[in-house]
């Protein structure tokens, strides 16, 4: 077993799963499986526990299985002293392979691990040949689902619904650059008690409702708080309201009169909520409430053995809270907890998702809890996640954006704020800082409306997703608009500066990248190398445990580490001109995959 990594990268195998190599730790975890198997009775088995030491003990990697194997061993085999021992064992029957430098034993039997730089190095340039796409961790998932987005229609689309906007799309990219099929799904609220009020206010207040156009109702919102206020303040107008629900979800008569007021709503609040996805570049698929509606009776029916009745509402109850889940309403309706039952039996057995992740706020964990718990109830989902891990279900939830009062995040006239207003106004000011430094007169219009998309929309994006998703975060564009610091404008900027680096040499990029080779000698080559390589790892994390926010640190400090290359070893016009090219092209190459998975769109002058 010379090398099981080396084969399968110099090899001429052309199908994208062959190619694809996985993680660093996933490459010295073969290694280990063989010795550990080496090592261990055969009635022991034990899976390799890699972590990168980020330059512990001098090593790259470590191997932590000897302390735990230590306390299986114990008594039952003489041929280990304690732990060092183990870990000694283990390092013995490590496989010769090209990944590797040197390897140590340390404390109790840590099997520190040096990565050979010529390795790295050619792992480096074939990613440069072949695509990044190479180097895509493996995860154990086929299919997915991220419900994201999701606003309600006729309300507003607030900054709540752009954060999950932001933060599911994120995760969809990351695990479809995983190889994952991901279903994106906007799981809008469009089949709620809000319709009654606002169609009966709507019939009201345009009685020839049917052949008025979409711009006479303008703005949904003024409407939806209007009909709120009169359903508040006049039982007549209550009463009205509530049978017009019911006359909406009872019927199945297209040409119905509430059916078609409901659908003309619909299609207005659609496009709203379309400009902003546009904007954002964000990719979803419409499945609202509405969709399970005809699939929740049926599902309920197959729940029976669950569903007991109280206070007139049909009701299941959940070990360890202390309210339970009401399934339907006691005036017989569906409610929030119905369709969301009905949408994951659907999302189990039609779409055969294996992973179901949802983006909202932190505010609906508690809805989340319960759905979950009565799916395992149910048995959709498996009781005991260790024994049987998939399919599994996963409530992302985030934390509030503030105001710099330290408050909710609203205008001054403290209303909710518009997210196109944000949008706008970040580009607004991120064209005025690029005319500022002089880009008006040097680009074109067009180049410079770009340019300002790209940073202003970025800048929010970044802003929202470097942090940990569950604390709260206050928003301030000129926090997020500023080029210093860990900012979107300031990462934006580093790559640029890369691509003039390159573009400035003069040399064939392409013939580089076929025929030039890397050499890490300088410790700081070396640095930048390897944390180019630790690029899928990052990945392989963040989608795993749902943090887009640990991306956003590996770019930042890809950005530190280039600027401690490239202030220590020349480049342009020295000896290894050809193999910093080539580290730098690298490095803009995984900055601009960063970008990508964050929504951000790069760009290549500044
Ligand atoms: N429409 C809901 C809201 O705005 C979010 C829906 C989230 N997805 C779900 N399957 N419940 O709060």
């Not at 980020?54 to 790259?60: I, L, N, V, Y």
């Not at 599994?392 to 710099?404: E, I």
Request: proline share 3%; glycine share 6%; aromatic share 8%.
């Amino acid at each position: 077993i010379r090398s099981l990594v080396s084969s399968t990268q110099t090899s001429s195998i052309t199908t994208m799963e062959e190619e694809n190599v996985g993680t660093v730790k996933q490459q010295l975890a073969e290694l280990f499986k063989i010795s550990l198997k080496d090592t261990l009775p055969e009635d022991i088995t034990a899976e390799p526990l890699i972590e990168a030491s980020g330059g512990k003990f001098g090593s790259d990697y470590q191997c932590n299985n000897a302390m735990s194997l230590w306390s299986r061993l114990k008594g039952k085999s003489s041929k280990f002293k304690g732990p060092p021992a183990v870990g000694q064992a283990i390092k013995a029957s490590l496989p010769e392979s090209e990944m590797i430098e040197s390897t140590s034993v340390a404390g109790p039997g840590f099997v520190n691990i040096v990565l050979s730089k010529k390795w790295i190095a050619e792992s480096i340039q074939n990613m440069l040949k072949k695509g990044i796409k190479i180097w895509a961790p493996r995860l154990n998932v086929k299919r997915a689902v991220v419900d994201f987005s999701s606003p309600n229609i006729a309300k507003e689309m607030h900054v709540g619904h752009l954060r999950s906007t932001i933060i599911g799309d994120t995760l969809a990219r990351m695990l479809e650059f995983s190889n994952v099929e991901v279903l994106r799904r906007n799981h809008v609220g469009d089949w709620g008690t809000q319709f009654g009020m606002l169609i009966e206010y709507l019939f009201e207040e345009f009685p020839n409702w049917e052949e008025i156009g979409e711009q006479a109702i303008g703005d949904l919102q003024v409407f939806y708080k209007k009909s709120k206020q009169r359903f508040d303040e006049d039982p007549d107008f209550k009463e009205k309201a509530q049978q017009a629900v019911v006359s909406l979800q009872g019927s199945k008569d297209e040409n119905d009169r509430y059916r078609k007021a409901w659908t003309k709503i619909c299609e207005i609040s659609r496009k709203e909520f379309q400009q902003v996805y546009e904007r954002l570049k964000v990719d979803l698929e419409e499945r609202g409430e509405s969709f399970y509606n005809p699939h929740i009776a049926g599902v309920l029916k197959g729940l029976e053995g669950l569903i007991e009745e109280s206070q007139g509402a049909q009701v299941i109850s959940i070990k360890g809270k202390n309210i339970p889940l009401i399934v339907v309403k006691s005036d017989g309706g569906y409610n929030y907890a119905s369709t969301d039952l009905t949408a994951l039996w659907y999302r189990l057995n039609i779409e055969k998702a294996e992973w179901i992740i949802y983006v909202t706020d932190v505010g609906q964990q508690m809805h989340f809890e319960m759905v979950f718990s009565a799916a395992k109830l149910a048995g959709w989902l498996p009781a005991d996640e260790k024994l049987c891990p998939y399919p599994k279900t996963n409530h992302v939830g985030f934390g509030l954006v503030l105001g710099d009062d330290g408050k909710r995040f609203r205008t001054r006239s403290s209303e909710v704020v518009r997210l196109v207003d944000l949008l706008d106004e970040a580009k607004l000011r991120s064209k005025l800082a690029l005319e500022e430094r002089g880009r008006a007169a040097e680009w074109t219009e067009e180049e410079l409306d770009e340019t300002a998309e790209a940073v202003g929309y970025g800048a929010v994006k970044y802003a929202d997703l470097k942090n940990n998703r569950l604390t709260n975060y206050t928003f301030s564009f000129d926090q997020m608009l500023s080029d210093k610091g860990n900012t979107a404008v300031y990462l934006l900027y580093a790559h640029a500066r890369i691509c003039s680096i390159i573009r400035k040499s003069g040399r064939d990029l392409e013939e580089l990248k076929m025929t030039g080779t890397i050499v890490l000698d300088h410790v700081d080559e070396r640095g930048l190398g390897l944390h180019l390589l630790q690029f899928a790892e990052v990945v392989e994390d963040a989608c795993t445990n749902l943090l887009p926010n640990v991306l956003c640190e590996y770019l930042y400090n890809l950005s530190e580490n280039f600027t401690k290359f490239y202030s220590n070893c020349q480049v342009v016009g020295s000896e290894e001109e050809t193999s910093r090219l080539l580290l730098c092209e690298a490095t803009a190459v995984v900055m601009r995959k960063c970008f990508h998975l964050l929504g951000i769109e790069p760009v290549y002058k500044l």
